[in-house]
C-alpha cells in the first residue's frame, strides 16, 4: 500500500512539473509573439532613424483627425519645419552628424510639442507638426517655442558644437480643407520664411 501510494504520488508530482513546463514555454511563445507584432507595428508607423512618425502612419491620422474637424468644428493647425542649410551641415560634419542633428531636432520637438500633437518626418530634413484643438494664434506661439528651442541647441562634434536653426510654416484648418490643402497652405508658408530670412515662423494667410 505504502510503496503503491508513493509511486502514485511521485507519478502525479511528474505530471504536475511537467504541466507547469508545458504552460510556462506557451507563455513564454504567447509573449514572444505578442513582442513581435508591437516591433513590427513600430516599424511600420514610425521613422527608424529618428523616432517620429512616418508618413504612412501621418497619413491614416491626419485623415482622422480631420474627419473629427469637420464633425465637431475644433480648430486643427499644421507645421511644416526644414532645417535652415542642412546640405551644409552634412557637407560639413559628415552624414553620421546630420543623422545625429535630425535626432536632436526630433527630440526637442517631442519635449516642446504636446501628447496629443503629432510629429511626423515628412522627408529628409522636413518635418511636419499636426496640432489638434489648436487655435491659429496658439499654432503661431507653439512654433516660435520650437523655433527657439532649436536654435538653443548645441550639439557636441570633435572641434566644437553644431549649432542650427529651422524655418516654420503654419497653416489652419478650415471648414472643406483636406489633409494636402493643409499641407500645401503650410509649405507656402515655409517656403515664404525661406525666402525672407530664414530662422523665422510665417503663418500662411489665406
Request: aromatic residues 6%.
Amino acid at each position: 500500500m505504502i510503496k503503491n501510494y508513493e509511486h502514485c504520488r511521485l507519478s502525479l508530482l511528474k505530471l504536475d512539473v511537467k504541466s507547469n513546463i508545458r504552460f510556462q514555454r506557451q507563455d513564454i511563445n504567447l509573449l514572444s509573439e505578442v513582442f513581435e507584432k508591437e516591433r513590427y507595428e513600430k516599424a511600420a508607423t514610425v521613422d527608424p532613424l529618428t523616432g517620429a512618425l512616418n508618413r504612412r502612419k501621418y497619413t491614416e491620422l491626419s485623415a482622422m483627425l480631420i474627419a473629427q474637424c469637420q464633425r465637431y468644428h475644433h480648430p486643427l493647425s499644421m507645421m511644416m519645419l526644414d532645417i535652415d542649410f542642412f546640405k551644409a551641415i552634412n557637407d560639413t560634419y559628415g552624414h553620421a552628424k546630420g543623422d545625429v542633428v535630425l535626432q536632436k531636432l526630433v527630440q526637442t520637438c517631442q519635449k516642446t510639442i504636446r501628447d496629443t500633437d503629432i510629429l511626423v518626418r515628412f522627408g529628409g530634413e522636413e518635418f511636419l507638426i499636426l496640432t489638434p484643438e489648436t487655435k491659429p494664434n496658439e499654432a503661431v506661439k507653439l512654433a516660435e517655442r520650437i523655433r527657439n528651442d532649436i536654435s538653443d541647441l548645441r550639439i557636441p562634434h570633435d572641434e566644437g558644437t553644431i549649432s542650427l536653426t529651422v524655418s516654420i510654416g503654419v497653416a489652419n484648418w478650415h471648414k472643406d480643407l483636406s489633409a494636402s490643402d493643409l499641407e500645401h497652405m503650410a509649405d507656402n508658408a515655409l517656403y515664404e520664411a525661406k525666402n525672407t530670412g530664414r530662422n523665422r515662423v510665417v503663418q500662411f494667410i489665406a
